[in-house]
């Protein structure tokens, strides 16, 4: 599963920066510790019940850059989504 999310990962990263190209912008990359730790995270994130505020301090603490080292965030957002079946980043448009 850990192979199938990285691969994902990085048709998403490749589309997203195709579309940056497009836009004269440049491209992006991610953040390798932060991604290990929102790929550990993630299983706690989705089974979170909203009950509690767990999936939020894990939002909060990506987003604040928990394994950013040596960089600066300076804007962030979290958007979730499931998409079964599919390791096609594009099937998430709607």
Known sequence: MAQASTEFAKRLLTLVNERRAQAQLPALQLATRESETSARLAAHYFEGDRETDLGDQI???LMAGWDIQGS??????FYSNHLSGSLDPRRARQ
């Not at 600066?72 to 957002?77: E, L, V």
């Open 72 to 77: 600066t965030i300076r804007n962030g957002d």
């Open 59 to 61: 939002a909060l603490g």
